[in-house]
């Protein structure tokens, strides 16, 4: 079903349905809409995720009362990662509570495309933390779109950076080849852009090769990479797709330290379902590594001892993890909008002064209990992602290992991608390029 109402705190014990209508929001409360998948070819993925951003907003209310006091109710709703079911959620939700949605997190490239041109309309910031259109870093012309600590075009670079590194330098990426097998969707095809760019420049032959949703049939695409033998192959995959791909690369031989996913293709999911054939495979970090850290203390103190939460087995996990940071994120944007508008539920549009303005620093992160996560970032008008750094992880056949120091991406090469498209944006959407007033 579409509809799960989950009032945080007493109401997030288990994850049981709760029927329409929801939990009725009091005027003292800040609504927050989750858009989710727990079901599906990508609920593996999803679940982890999902876990997360909830436990964190568990743990804000039974630990603070909320946010500056004021009490989180979150209302999840099923997209099944499909598009038309994430409008479909937004619409049902975006009006809940006293204020409306504070902000969406709809966790799909797909879904934020799909959202652009209405939040613009409602108001109503996104969050697309690692994900979404890479171009809405312009927050002049994306003015709702957050897409926090970095784009695909960060990943891509990136990941040319780590390749070079192995390889022993810049210069040696010429005449190579390398090749990006990808989900083909929004989310699958983000990366290409930044990849071809950066083979005109360091002189590499660049395959891009597409995968059908959901990613369970493979061979064909591994087949040709038998065939043609790149020297590195970058995994743009979700759900099933990556351990699929893992094991097809196996069928073939290709080595799996000589892939590299994104930050997506990267986590506990993608690598078990494969065995001993995922050892040495290579991924993005968004940052984060998985572990705990001083917040999962937190967590199992104000939430799980009481009985509460729903992400205990996940706990510590890549996505896990990462819901954390996403639901810090949009909690700390509250605050930071609370400190000009006060201690009350708040609008979507008073929420997006809070994101403008957030200023996360190193011992922000450490209070939050954030760090060895995450490192200090800030947005603006002009910067709606704040963050260009990533770092590299290697599955060992049973835990995840940071292999890299932080790699930050090249804005001489990406800014003028950003400003190119985010210019063509505004042309066709017939947008004036500005930022909101303090």
Same mark, same amino acid.
């Given at each position: ?260 996913? !994104?930050? $997506? ?8 379902? @494969?065995?001993? &054939? %995922?050892? +040495?495979?290579?991924?993005? *970090? ?64 008073? !929420?997006? $002064? ?8 190193? @011992?922000?992160? &450490? %209070?939050? +209990?954030?760090?060895?996560? *995450? ?64």
């Amino acid at each position: 079903m579409l509809g799960r109402s989950l009032a945080l705190g007493a109401a997030l014990l288990g994850l049981a349905a709760l029927e329409e209508p929801a939990l009725a929001q009091g005027a003292g409360e800040q609504f927050l809409p989750r858009l989710v998948y727990r079901t599906g070819a990508y609920a593996p993925n999803g679940i982890p995720f999902a876990n997360g951003a909830a436990d964190y907003y568990t743990m804000l209310n039974e630990r603070d009362g909320g946010i500056g006091g004021v009490k989180v109710v979150m209302e999840e709703c099923e997209t099944g990662y499909a598009t038309d079911k994430g409008v479909e959620c937004y619409e049902r939700l975006k009006s809940k509570g006293a204020t409306g949605a504070a902000y969406v997190s709809p966790l799909s490239t797909g879904i934020t495309f799909a959202l652009t041109e209405k939040v613009f309309s409602d108001k109503i910031p996104l969050l697309t933390l690692g994900y979404g259109r890479s171009e809405s870093r312009n927050g002049a012309v994306f003015p709702w779109n957050f897409i926090a600590l970095g784009s695909y075009w960060t990943a891509a670079d990136v990941a040319i950076q780590h390749i070079a590194k192995e390889l022993g330098g810049m210069d040696k990426l010429k005449g190579k080849k390398i090749s990006l097998v990808y989900h083909d969707s929004p989310y699958g095809k983000e990366p290409i852009p930044a990849l071809q760019l950066r083979a005109q420049k360091n002189g590499f032959e660049f395959t891009a090769i597409p995968v059908t949703h959901p990613g369970v049939e493979q061979k064909s695409q591994w087949l040709a990479i038998r065939q043609n033998r790149p020297d590195y192959v970058l995994l743009w995959g979700w759900g099933v797709m990556n351990s699929v791909a893992i094991q097809e690369a196996a069928a073939v031989a290709y080595p799996r330290d000589k892939m590299i996913g !994104v930050w $997506w293709s990267g986590a506990e999911p993608d690598v078990t379902p @494969a065995g001993d &054939k %995922a050892t +040495g495979y290579k991924a993005l *970090l968004l940052q984060h590594p998985a572990g705990k850290f001083a917040v999962h203390a937190d967590i199992e103190k104000h939430v799980y001892a009481k009985g509460q939460g729903v992400g205990k087995d996940t706990l510590g996990q890549v996505l896990f993890n990462r819901g954390l940071i996403d639901s810090m994120i949009g909690s700390e944007a509250i605050r930071t909008a609370q400190g000009k508008f006060g201690k009350k539920p708040l609008t979507g549009e008073q !929420v997006r $002064w809070g994101f403008e303005n957030l200023n996360i620093d190193a @011992a922000r992160i &450490k %209070a939050l +209990g954030f760090e060895g996560m *995450l490192a200090p970032f800030k947005f603006s008008c002009a910067d709606h992602q704040g963050a260009d750094m990533a770092r590299v992880h290697q599955w060992d056949g049973k835990a995840w290992k940071v292999i890299s120091d932080f790699y930050t991406a090249d804005r001489s090469l990406l800014d003028p991608l950003v400003a190119d498209a985010a210019a063509k944006y505004a042309a066709e959407k017939k947008i004036t390029p500005e930022c909101a007033k303090s």
